[in-house]
């Protein structure tokens, strides 16, 4: 970059995606204004990641914290941007930054809009994950679970609900179900491993077997689904409660069925086969119905960008360019309208890019791409802004509400660290966003 002066870039989100992506930026000489909507940096890495994975999840924020201290990087948390919060995206757009980064993750719950969807019982993943890690409002609300619980999807999210379930809840019985087959699951053996102890394998490889020759003629081996379990099995953790657990595939949900009093007492599934298309497989219906027994229903099949944010959607991802100006590897970063126009200096990365694709390690490969594209950008403006962070600071300092800055935000990191140690605990954490602004002093 020639110019004499430092190009100044919002980014919306502070999880990993906007974490490495200002990582990248601060390191070339940008000025980067984080945003947040939650006082805590991490995101999903530091209120998804099952709470026992503590090795993980301290290296991890570790890194964040890192990032945050680096020269060039400024941060305000609790500050919603969308429609009707504290800003919107276009005024945020206004604010004279040279590139604004989208990072916002897929916050959203991605609705199957089923009949009985919304009886008492059915949850969604996402919800569950913040309650059981502590993110504010969900730490403190009520998820009354009972004895048969049916998880649909069968990624690691699914496993990580089966722990909580297993170690935490208890419950008698915990089906995952999957609309595809033994050969497109998604979860790792190592988060199997976790609850391997729990599982019915006799009809896990019962249904595998079922599936075999459908597998064979798609070019799949059942025996590799069968050897990654059993070897999660040889592998377990030990077994913590009288929970059964189980898999069962090729059935994708068409009703959840209720009582009188509005309450879950079963699904009902299609069974699927599968079909080759040109580049993926394709589940589809043979009008032939089961129906499990349940008291609890929790969708885990990702997640949507919010609809609300101010940027047009399509896939349950914001609108990329599809023919970027500065592309990565063949992918635009770039955001667009619903017709294809190009908004300026715009730009999007990891799961706002993609909803629901990808771990903490894509995350941050798809911001360093993502990055790339921005400071491409950069390059070619004449100038860049005469706007300060001091008039930025004075912009966010006119929001009638608590603003958490980096000084705030370390404060409360050791708060919480004492208050661990104190109690003899791997962690502690407020389950208020009033609790956390009270111990920092920003409130009364």
Not at 193 to 210: C, D, G, R, W, Y
Not at 418 to 425: H, N, R, T
Request: hydrophobic share 40%.
């Amino acid at each position: 970059m020639n110019q004499p002066s430092k190009p100044l870039v919002a980014i919306i989100g502070a999880g990993p995606s906007g974490l490495y992506a200002a990582q990248q930026l601060a390191r070339k000489n940008v000025d980067v204004v984080i945003f947040n909507r939650d006082i805590k940096i991490g995101g999903l890495a530091e209120y998804g990641i099952y709470p026992e994975k503590h090795k993980m999840r301290r290296g991890l924020i570790t890194q964040f914290q890192d990032i945050l201290n680096m020269d060039g990087v400024t941060y305000y948390g609790n500050v919603l941007i969308r429609e009707n919060g504290d800003l919107t995206f276009k005024e945020l757009m206004s604010l004279g930054f040279d590139a604004v980064v989208v990072a916002t993750g897929a916050q959203w719950n991605r609705w199957l809009f089923l009949p009985g969807e919304k009886l008492d019982g059915v949850y969604y993943a996402q919800d569950v994950v913040y309650h059981y890690n502590g993110l504010p409002p969900y730490s403190a609300m009520d998820f009354p679970i009972g004895e048969k619980v049916v998880i649909i999807g069968m990624g690691n999210v699914s496993m990580d609900l089966a722990h909580f379930l297993t170690h935490e809840r208890k419950v008698q019985e915990i089906t995952a179900v999957a609309r595809r087959g033994p050969g497109e699951i998604k979860f790792t053996q190592q988060e199997l491993e976790a609850i391997a102890a729990h599982l019915n394998f006799p009809i896990v490889k019962e249904e595998i077997e079922s599936a075999a020759h459908l597998m064979e003629s798609l070019g799949q081996d059942p025996e590799e689904p069968i050897k990654m379990i059993e070897s999660a099995i040889a592998k377990s953790a030990p077994r913590v409660s009288e929970t059964h657990f189980t898999l069962r595939f090729l059935l994708s949900p068409v009703e959840i069925l209720g009582d009188e009093e509005g309450k879950v007492t079963g699904i009902k599934f299609e069974k699927n086969t599968l079909v080759q298309k040109e580049d993926y497989l394709s589940a589809e219906g043979l009008k032939e119905f089961e129906i499990l027994e349940a008291d609890t229903v929790m969708f885990s099949i990702g997640n949507r960008v919010d609809g609300k944010f101010g940027l047009p959607v399509k896939n349950y991802s914001y609108c990329k360019n599809p023919n970027p100006r500065f592309p990565i590897k063949d992918t635009s970063y770039e955001i667009c309208t619903e017709t294809g126009e190009p908004i300026e200096k715009a730009f999007v990365v990891g799961w706002a890019r993609k909803a629901s694709v990808g771990l903490v390690g894509l995350a941050r490969k798809d911001s360093v791409q993502g990055a790339r594209a921005v400071l491409q950008y950069l390059d070619t403006l004449p100038a860049f802004t005469t706007t300060t962070l001091q008039d930025i600071d004075r912009r966010i300092s006119q929001i009638e509400k608590p603003i958490v800055r980096k000084d705030d935000l370390s404060k409360l990191i050791q708060i919480e660290n004492e208050k661990a140690q104190e109690l003899g605990v791997e962690e502690y954490k407020y389950k208020s966003n009033q609790e956390m602004l009270k111990a920092i002093g920003l409130i009364s």
